[in-house]
């Protein structure tokens, strides 16, 4: 796996294959392991100078001045038995010189599949199949997902299709994320106080983690409606700096220790749907508002909501449905999900339908040292 930096100049000179791709609602850079050193400390700071970072702008490298549209995946071929491929999502910050590995992306993910068909790491699709499915470990959560994908005739992805999400233009080819034994994948537990409700300087919280460790709570519990707009949010210095208060204290609850320096848990306040959904949000990613919501983050709150006296269910308005449509700033997000509870809870199945799209293929030039 990787390679050894033994020269820095070899990266500005030779520069690194890279395709670009949306996955999702995100964009990103998609790296082959084998591409990249195999030093951790030496690959990071290579990300940060092909990304740009730190600089808001990223104005000098390929970076899009935003978290959501400056992220990174590492994939490589699995020994794991049954096993296709591995998935390592990065997240560079913007403005800072650091790079986390402590959160999954279900964005980046559904683009992970035709990635790997287009740089050969799973084997081309049979003769005459019209889609594909591939098994994917997920290396931050240690869990396991299943992807399907269409190809075209000639064996490759196929990212022409009818389906369309909210927060991306147009439509796209389907792709099918169906997500094994993910609850608790970075915190351990699918709730790691053990309670469906915690409450954290007067605020009633669910601490939860179904592939992604998200503090739920209820909008007007501090003080707004969860209807505003992202930079509405974001300009209110006082509810920022309540949300941060929260997260700062639920990182040791839900065994992810001091979290001022990461960027999990989200924050996500809840309150009732206002466009035909079943639950409406509004998260921070943890600083800045999303423009929609993640995915892995949408499938904990869909999650939360199913759970009895939590702030999710005390707002949603859910069906006999396993789906669970959590609306956001720029639309709504569908998760497919099954709990039972019967003394424990047991999260019977997560599923949720993206698209991606291949942007550029190429070698990208990190900028000098």
Known sequence: MGQTASVTDRWNLDGVRCLLMRGGTSKGAFFVADDLPDDVDERDRLILRIMGSPDPRQIDGVGGAHPLTS?????????????????????????????????????????????????????????????????????????????????????????????????????????TLDFEDVAGGSCGALLPTGRFVDVIDGVECTLIDNGMPVVVLRATDVGVAGTESPAELEANDDLRARLESIRLQAGPLMQLGDVTDTTVPKMSMVSPPVSGGHLNTRTFIPHRCHEAIGVLGAVSVATAARLPGTPAADVARLDEGATVVCEHPTGSFAASVVVRVNGSVEVERAGIVRTARKLMDGTVFPRPT
């Open 71 to 175: 992220k990174v995946a590492v994939v490589g071929p699995s020994e794991r038995p049954g096993v296709d491929i591995e998935y390592l999502f990065l997240q560079p910050s913007v403005d800072e010189a650091l790079v986390s590995d402590r959160q999954n992306c279900g964005n980046m993910l559904a683009a992970v599949g035709p990635f790997a068909l287009e740089r050969g790491l799973i084997g081309p699709a049979p003769e005459g199949a019209t889609a594909v499915s591939t098994r994917i470990h997920m290396v931050n959560t240690d869990s396991l997902v299943t992807a399907r994908f269409p190809v075209r005739l000639d064996g490759a992805p196929e990212y022409a299709g009818d389906t369309a999400i909210d927060g991306v233009p147009g439509t796209a080819a389907e792709i």
